[in-house]
């Protein structure tokens, strides 16, 4: 519903409006100027009675000079009750001084534009309104008065309540969520420990080959469950804000090295090459952190080349900047996508159903590298492969 008023001035009465042409006759002989005076005159009244929008006209004072149809249904005040009575009638108690703030605009000759209010009915009820101000000036230039659009917003205000109301329960949900996953994996954390020690244990025990075998592949996958309930637990950390670091100084080429071996005994597909002399310096971070970073960058590098055979690493120093880059010749990354991988749970679509992962690795090592000051990003080309690289500031 629109509402719109206008003042007094500015819309006259019809009976009015017809007197104003003089007797019928020099009404009928007038110019064909004075004619089309009278039919717009004739069409704005017609607007203004038939228009199911409420359309009000007050004086300069705030008093009601005519009420239409439309604003009977809208405030429910029929138009005896409502004219000659101040337009303050429709304004609530707590929002009184804004008839005066927008007066005062008025009088600056300065519009009021989408300014959304409350307006009270003649039942009580409140009706959330848009309110459109604009100054009226005579031929002079004077202020003679405004003209108000008011629309009804009370769809578009429930709407947004409703909106509210879903975020929140979004929000909640996806806190119950964090909780439930951070609980889980604590749950899971202790009796994946008892597995693996008891299978280190058997392992040493058993003396036939292919039973240490079986043991073997079963420490495996226990290895692939723990480290996949640590990166759970990592994500609800970062989601409470309590990802934690441990800074201490070590070597960065002797880290690098390290890294790189523990991949190295997983991989008889790939080989790791450190490309390239590695810069001799002595980084200040959380070492065990940072292995995590270059881990997962290596072991997505061998993920997504399931027909490659290398890897490729790079370190250098590039002004007051440790730069590392971790290379594969695998399926690549469309650029649409370049940004969004770094996402919580974010897969891209279309990976090969063999290549499994929950979208867990490059969101955590961007909060680790992020928590470093440092920052992480991607280059890629379809079918040729793809470029992961952090940077991290030294002091
Ligand atoms: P997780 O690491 O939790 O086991 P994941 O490998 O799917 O699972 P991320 O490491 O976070 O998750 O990577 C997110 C997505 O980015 C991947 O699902 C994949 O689509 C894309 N991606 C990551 N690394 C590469 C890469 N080297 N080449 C091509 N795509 C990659
Ligand atoms: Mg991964």
Known sequence: MKIIIFTSNMIKSLPEITNSLGSEDERHLASPFMESADDHFRMLASIVEHSSDAIISKDLRGIIKSWNAGACQVFGYTEEEAV???????????????????????????????????????????????????????????????????????????LQQQL??????????????????????????????????????????????????????????????????????????????????????????????EGIDSVRQTSQTHQILVEGPLPELTLYADRHRLEQVLINL?????????DADKVIVRA???????????????????????????????????????????GMGLYISNEII????????????LGKGSTFYFSLPLP
């Open 84 to 158: 000659g009575r101040s337009i303050t009638m429709l304004i609530p108690p707590d929002r009184q001084e804004e008839e005066q703030m927008i007066l005062n605009r008025i009088y600056r000759g300065e519009a009021v534009k989408h300014f959304e209010t409350i307006r009270v009915k003649k039942d009580g009820t409140l009706l959330p309104i848009s309110l459109t101000i604009s100054p009226v000036k005579n031929s002079k230039g004077g202020i003679i008065g405004a003209s108000k659009i008011a629309r009804d917003i009370s769809d578009k205000v429930q």
């Open 164 to 257: 509210q109301e879903y975020a929140e329960k979004l929000k909640e949900s996806n806190a119950h969520k964090d909780e439930f996953i951070s609980i889980a994996s604590h749950e899971l954390k202790t009796p994946l420990s008892s597995i693996k020690a008891y299978l280190q244990l058997m392992e040493r025990e058993l003396k036939e080959e292919q039973h240490q075998q079986y043991v073997n592949r079963m420490l495996h996958h226990v290895e692939k469950v723990t480290r996949l309930v640590s990166e759970l637990l990592d994500i609800s950390r970062i989601q409470s804000g309590k990802l934690e670091f441990n800074f201490s100084e070590f070597d960065f080429a002797e880290f690098l090295s």
């Open 298 to 306: 290596i072991s997505n590098a061998i993920k997504y080349s399931p």
């Open 316 to 358: 250098k120093k590039e002004a007051a900047q440790l730069l590392v880059s971790v290379q594969d010749f695998g399926i690549g990354i469309p650029d649409t996508e370049w940004k969004n991988v770094f996402s919580r749970f974010y897969r891209v679509a279309g990976l090969p159903a063999h290549i499994q992962g929950l």
């Open 370 to 381: 992020n928590g470093h000051r440092g920052k992480m990003w991607v280059e890629s080309e």
